[in-house]
């Protein structure tokens, strides 16, 4: 495990709290998402507006009151009323993603320019210069290296999937892309699924997730803006396939955005990672740690799970 993982266990401390509940020794984890500066629906009486934490997890404290939590989704159904006690999702002890879900996992080991995928066996490979170095890191240098996976690589996943990524963005301008899967350079419609990161002040920025359907439109979900550069985040995009898709940083929600959109209708001859299928749009400025891909489009609290564990670690 890298150096970053007592970070991420002390970060995880405070939001977390551990409950008994009922007459059995049941171990439930409540998880405190953040109220402020997210994307969601309108509160009321008082209360701060959050994106649903999970929208197959039942609302939990009923009827919000004064000072109680609204929660973006279906209804604007109601969580922790009457104290205002904030958005709950409650996860059971080791809910993380079932093993036969993993379909690809590429963690930038090794030396020259094959990123090994070491579940699936469809390894990428780094163009333009790029080179593994040994370290477990990938560094991406904005001006031409970028990471070429096998083509039809998500299109093959015939239902739902998660898209998993640490990463480091260093720098930079708009639109850079963490990840891009579509058909061919510079033609509308033909990029079809797009991670970007977009800085707003340095350090600050927000992650955009894009789909564009090919029977048309656009179907964007944007995170709220925070301090995003020069650290490591966790990354991830659980699609729910023709239904919806739902953004995370750091293993907790950024927001729920219904789609039509399924990974099947996809051609992806252009499976990227750090560069555009739009030719004006820059490469990517940072560094890569772990990408992994589900057949399975995973709950909060697994997301969850793998931020806690952390990158090389499977839990």
Same mark, same amino acid.
């Given at each position: 495990?890298? *150096?970053?993982?007592? +970070?991420?266990?002390?970060?995880?401390?405070?939001?977390?709290?551990?409950?008994?509940?009922?007459?059995?020794?049941?171990?439930?984890?409540?998880?405190?998402?953040?109220? &402020?500066?997210?994307?969601?629906?309108?509160?009321?009486?008082?209360?701060?507006?959050?994106?649903?934490?999970?929208?197959?997890?039942?609302?939990?404290?009923?009827?919000?009151?004064?000072?109680?939590?609204l929660a973006?989704?279906?209804?604007?159904?109601?969580?922790?009323?009457?104290?205002? =006690?904030? !958005?709950?999702?409650?996860?059971?002890?080791?809910?993380? $993603?079932?093993?036969? &879900?993993?379909?690809?996992?590429?963690?930038?080991s090794g030396?020259?320019?094959?990123?090994?995928?070491?579940?699936?066996?469809?390894?990428?490979? %780094?163009?333009?210069?790029?080179?593994?170095?040994?370290?477990?890191?990938?560094?991406?240098?904005?001006?031409?290296? #970028?990471?070429?996976?096998?083509?039809?690589?998500?299109?093959?996943?015939?239902?739902?999937?998660?898209?998993?990524?640490?990463?480091?963005?260093? +720098?930079?301008?708009?639109?850079?892309?963490?990840?891009?899967?579509?058909?061919? %350079?510079?033609?509308?419609?033909?990029?079809?699924?797009?991670?970007?990161?977009?800085?707003? %002040? $340095? $350090?600050a920025g927000?992650?955009?997730? @894009?789909? =564009?359907?090919?029977?048309?439109?656009?179907?964007?979900?944007?995170?709220? =803006?925070?301090?995003?550069?020069?650290?490591?985040? @966790?990354?991830?995009?659980?699609?729910? +396939?023709?239904? @919806?898709?739902?953004?995370?940083?750091?293993?907790?929600?950024?927001?729920?955005?219904?789609?039509?959109?399924?990974?099947? *209708?996809?051609?992806?001859? !252009?499976?990227?990672?750090?560069? *555009?299928?739009?030719?004006?749009?820059? #490469?990517?400025?940072?560094? #890569?740690?772990?990408?992994?891909?589900?057949?399975?489009?995973?709950?909060?609290?697994?997301?969850?799970?793998? #931020?806690?564990?952390?990158?090389? %670690?499977?839990?």
């Open positions: 495990m890298k *150096s970053r993982a007592l +970070s991420r266990y002390v970060a995880l401390i405070t939001p977390w709290l551990v409950l008994h509940c009922g007459s059995s020794s049941d171990l439930v984890i409540g998880h405190f998402e953040q109220t &402020s500066a997210l994307p969601g629906g309108s509160g009321g009486n008082g209360g701060s507006v959050v994106p649903d934490a999970d929208v197959d997890v039942p609302p939990v404290g009923g009827t919000a009151g004064t000072g109680g939590t973006a989704g279906a209804g604007g159904d109601a969580v922790a009323g009457g104290g205002g =006690e904030g !958005n709950v999702v409650n996860c059971v002890v080791g809910e993380v $993603p079932p093993a036969t &879900s993993l379909l690809h996992r590429y963690d930038f030396t020259g320019t094959v990123v090994t995928d070491l579940v699936g066996g469809l390894d990428g490979e %780094v163009m333009n210069g790029g080179m593994l170095d040994d370290s477990g890191i990938l560094t991406l240098d904005e001006v031409d290296d #970028y990471v070429d996976l096998p083509d039809g690589i998500v299109s093959a996943i015939a239902g739902d999937a998660t898209f998993v990524i640490w990463t480091v963005w260093t +720098s930079g301008a708009g639109y850079q892309r963490i990840f891009d899967f579509g058909t061919a %350079v510079d033609t509308r419609g033909d990029e079809f699924f797009a991670m970007m990161a977009m800085p707003t %002040v $340095p $350090p927000f992650i955009r997730l @894009q789909i =564009e359907p090919p029977e048309g439109g656009i179907d964007e979900l944007d995170g709220p =803006e925070q301090e995003l550069m020069d650290v490591e985040h @966790q990354l991830a995009v659980s699609l729910q +396939s023709g239904v @919806q898709m739902q953004l995370f940083i750091d293993g907790v929600s950024q927001g729920v955005l219904p789609t039509n959109a399924t990974l099947s *209708s996809l051609t992806d001859v !252009n499976a990227w990672l750090g560069r *555009s299928n739009w030719s004006q749009d820059p #490469y990517y400025h940072g560094t #890569y740690n772990e990408f992994r891909i589900y057949a399975a489009a995973l709950t909060p609290c697994m997301i969850a799970s793998l #931020y806690e564990a952390g990158p090389d %670690v499977l839990p």
